[in-house]
């Protein structure tokens, strides 16, 4: 039996975030994702691979908000 596809709906649901940041992660952090035509789809096993794996760390991708320097 095949994985179900799921959409940017479910897999922000699936993880606890928002639409934005499904998008933003595609973007800018390689969240597993297949666009059909203009619709992103996941498959949920990939994208829990990615999560384990680290690929939603903020500090490991570059993604968090800067520290202010000291003065």
Same mark, same amino acid.
């Given at each position: 039996?095949?994985?179900? +596809?799921?959409? %940017?709906? @479910?897999? *922000? =649901?699936?993880?606890?975030?928002? #639409?934005?940041?499904?998008? #933003?992660?595609?973007?800018?952090?390689?969240?597993?994702?297949?666009?059909?035509?203009?619709? +992103?789809?996941? @498959? %949920?096993? /990939? %994208?829990?691979? +990615? %999560?384990? *794996? &680290? &690929? *939603?760390? /903020? =500090?490991?991708?570059?993604? *968090? !908000?800067?520290?202010? !320097? #000291?003065?």
């Amino acid at each position: 039996m095949t994985e179900p +596809w799921v959409s %940017v709906d @479910q897999i *922000a =649901e699936h993880l606890g975030v928002t #639409r934005d940041s499904i998008y #933003r992660w595609i973007d800018r952090k390689g969240l597993p994702a297949h666009r059909l035509g203009r619709l +992103w789809k996941f @498959q %949920v096993s /990939e %994208v829990d691979d +990615w %999560v384990r *794996a &680290g &690929g *939603a760390d /903020e =500090e490991k991708h570059g993604d *968090a !908000p800067s520290a202010s !320097p #000291r003065k």
